[in-house]
Nanobody, 124 residues
Framework: QVQLVESGGGLVQAGGSLRLSCVGN????????MGWFRQAPGEGRTFVAA????????YYADSVKGRFTVSRDNAESTVYLQMDSLRPADTAVYYC?????????????????WGQGTRVTVSS
């Protein structure tokens, strides 16, 4: 069982930045593809970003492309989501997820383990 703990959420003004972190409890962390998803109030969970086991491949939702960057440090069992130029539409609970795969995937059904989420609120 992989346990994931997100941190780094909070309240920020539009145009600002936040960096989310997700720490896993399993080693080697590099055996999992990782993803970030978000759920806005009253909406379903949607894909944000994904990264392959070694960080060579990344995918982004069109809505965040050019503003968000996903990265990982397998030695620290941590995946990051750097969020810049934040918009009120980015307001959501952000979830980290791990898949028993090496290749990055955008499909939520491919992920086996989920964190509890961290809330991001962007004010206008």
């Amino acid at each position: 069982q992989v346990q994931l703990v997100e941190s780094g959420g909070g309240l920020v003004q539009a145009g600002g930045s936040l960096r989310l972190s997700c720490v896993g409890n399993r080693r080697p962390f590099g055996m999992y593809a990782m993803g970030w998803f978000r759920q806005a109030p009253g909406e379903g969970r949607t894909f944000v970003a994904a990264i392959s086991w070694n960080g060579d491949t990344t995918y982004y939702a069109d809505s965040v492309k050019g503003r968000f960057t996903v990265s990982r440090d397998n030695a620290e069992s941590t995946v990051y989501l750097q969020m810049d130029s934040l918009r009120p539409a980015d307001t959501a609970v952000y979830y980290c997820a791990a898949a028993d795969l090496l290749l990055a995937t955008t499909n939520a059904d491919d992920y086996d383990y989920w964190g509890q989420g961290t809330r991001v609120t962007v004010s206008s």
